[in-house]
């Protein structure tokens, strides 16, 4: 990693910080509102045949 690239992720560090919760949160939610999703379709296509 150069020295730009140090200070980037230590830019986003500083900015996330307060908020890591938070996005830890919604990345779960995503990720379980995806994973439900692609049940469903699932189940749609299986009803279909």
Avoid: G, N, Q, Y
Wanted: net charge neutral.
């Amino acid at each position: 990693m150069d020295r730009r690239d140090e200070r980037t992720s230590c830019a986003f560090d500083w900015i996330l910080d307060p908020h890591k919760e938070k996005v830890v949160d919604l990345i779960a939610r995503v990720t379980r509102v995806s994973v439900e999703t692609v049940a469903i379709v699932e189940a749609m296509k299986e009803a279909k045949r």
